[in-house]
């Protein structure tokens, strides 16, 4: 995905534990859900989910989990969704006709963390909750609260496990990136990577300013299939003995182990991605990827639509994590090949929690 820069359908026990901490601190419209039951009589609070599109299965569960959620507590959940990743105006319009319609809340995945400010802006001094969902905003507190994975951390568990895998080997790293606007899901991943694997990242904001001798190079996938094929064939140009790659999320992944394959080279090379996907997963199960960071997004929508109505009848505004500027989801590394000292769950585990 694109993710900003580019979070799960069962989830385990301790999601419920963090749903209650919580809410206790607590493209056009492409579809107009109303949800109904469990209502208390009055007037139904009214919650508008706008995804950057809506057809990344990152953002279809997301949808999912909202409602869900909205359901349960019979909230009107009313989606909007980008044209295309990147389609700031039409989020722009979704939150003007939010705050037009008189809801409660919105729970936003920016689409352009900065643009969208002044539309969020508006929508605050009317008096709504905004929670961005996956990616902040810039500045992140330019919302109420943001439900994301740690990104970095995501990054750091598969640098740390392919760290503990590659001990007494040389690595020779190709770095498969989002795009050139170093979004700030891309500089996490990347940079948390780079950092778990124990290479001195210098500017730990930019990407690609450390000078370090097993990196080939980066380039950018756009988040896509396509993309990780090109960017891998041509970081193999630059250095063919290329035997670690990181890509910013799943699809990439599966386009850079289709250029190592063409070049035969698959079984000799680690690849390891962010995301949990259910094609993700598989492809970990199948050995395409060496180990994945698993993220929840219907997870963050579930929580933000509880957090909304508990604002409305409370005028509770929910908490960040400690320590973070942001309520952290959760990550999980999935991997069928542990490492020592890297804390992860195997792909039975992953494909109970998967997405997509």
């Known amino acids: 995905m694109k993710s900003s820069i580019r979070t799960s359908r069962r989830l385990v026990a301790v999601g419920g534990a963090v749903l209650i901490a919580a809410t206790a601190t607590a493209c056009g419209s492409d579809s107009s859900d109303s949800s109904s039951g469990g209502s208390s009589g009055d007037s139904k609070i009214s919650v508008g989910l706008i995804t950057k599109t809506d057809t990344n299965p990152f953002f279809v569960k997301m949808k ?58 508006k ?6 909750l905004v929670i961005a969902l996956d990616t902040p905003t810039e500045p992140a507190n330019a919302v109420d609260d943001t439900f994301a994975t740690d990104n970095y951390k995501a990054g750091l568990l598969i640098g740390q496990w392919a760290k503990a895998k590659f001990a007494g080997k040389q690595p020779k790293i190709a770095m498969l990136d989002l795009n050139p606007d170093q979004i700030s899901v891309d500089v ?25 001798a097993r990196i080939v190079g980066h380039d950018v996938t756009d988040g896509a299939e396509d993309g990780g094929r090109t960017a891998m ?51 970990v199960a199948k050995g395409v990827i060496g180990a994945t960071s698993q993220q929840y997004p219907l997870k963050m929508a579930s929580l933000g639509v509880e957090a909304i109505a508990n604002f409305a009848k409370t005028g509770a505004k929910p908490s960040t994590s400690p320590g973070l500027d942001f309520f952290n989801t959760g990550v999980t590394l999935i991997t069928d090949n542990p490492a020592s000292g890297v804390a992860s769950k195997d792909t039975r585990f992953g494909k109970a929690n998967c997405w997509g």
């Not at 929508?123 to 709504?128: E, H, N, S, T, Y």
């Not at 996490?188 to 370090?212: S, Y």
């Not at 250029?259 to 997963?281: F, H, N, R, Y």
């Open 64 to 121: 999912q989990g909202a409602s869900s959620a909205a359901s349960k507590l019979g909230i009107d959940l009313q989606s909007f969704a980008g044209k295309k990743d990147g389609d700031n105006e039409t989020q722009v319009s979704a939150v003007e006709n939010l705050i037009a319609s008189g809801a409660k809340g919105i729970l936003i995945t920016p689409n352009d963390s900065k643009a969208i400010v002044p539309a969020i802006d």
């Open 123 to 128: 929508a605050r001094q009317a008096g709504l």
């Open 188 to 212: 996490a991943r990347d940079q948390g990577f780079l950092e778990g694997f124990g290479i001195d990242v210098k500017d730990k904001a930019k990407i690609g300013d450390e000078k370090d």
């Open 233 to 283: 064939e041509n970081l193999l140009q630059k250095d063919p003995s290329v035997n670690l790659v990181y890509t910013i999320n799943e699809p990439a992944a599966a386009g850079a182990y289709a250029a190592l394959k063409a070049a035969g080279k698959e079984k000799q090379v680690t690849i390891v991605s962010v995301d949990g996907g259910c094609p993700g997963v598989e492809n």
